[in-house]
């Protein structure tokens, strides 16, 4: 069976930005569609603003489209595609001078603290105000790993191709950004 005439949840990515690249670029539809709730999401951690974020969501996709014929289809177009995401939300943190990022599940990065024991303490609401606060409070290059990994299921290779840094590093960056995290937010637990 050729590859263009696998069901569309068959084909991989990059078979489809192959077909695009010799020249069936109505194709791209298939890709927005796969990614952009993703693209959403991850813009979402970083900008509240829901017109902001659709922008962002949007001039990755412009981009990825201008230059999707310069993609090696032998990598992750995930990656390709995630880079430009990030390239573009930093950007617009940069231009914006924005630090804000909205609440995620605090299970998911402190799976052995009791959510029982804080909700004694402080209330939902609270909870989600001192996790947001305590992210802020981390410099983008721990924040960055700790959202592709935690959030957005990315492994460290993937990470280390949209973030453009060694494995290593994104290990690195990934055990002292959790540290860093549990502390503020354990600090923010005795103000």
Known sequence: MAANSLP?????????????????????????????????????RFLSDADDRND?????????????????????????????AHNECINFLKKKKLEKIPFFDLDVLFPHISREKHQEEVNTEQIKEMVDTSMGKLDVKYREPLLLYYIEGFDYKEISDILRIPVDTVGMRLTRGRKLLKKHYQDSLTD
């Not at 990614?35 to 991850?42: A, L, M």
């Not at 996709?61 to 999707?68: D, E, L, S, T, V």
């Not at 014929?69 to 990598?75: L, M, N, V, Y």
């Open 8 to 44: 569309d949840e068959v084909q991989t990515d990059e078979a489809i930005v192959d077909q695009i690249q010799q020249g069936q670029n109505e194709l791209f539809g298939k890709l927005l569609d796969r990614y952009q709730p993703k693209i959403t999401r991850y813009a979402g």
């Open 56 to 84: 962002i969501v949007q001039e990755t996709f412009i981009k990825a489209y201008r230059n999707i014929e310069s993609f090696d289809t032998k990598r992750k177009f995930s990656s390709w595609l995630y880079r430009i």
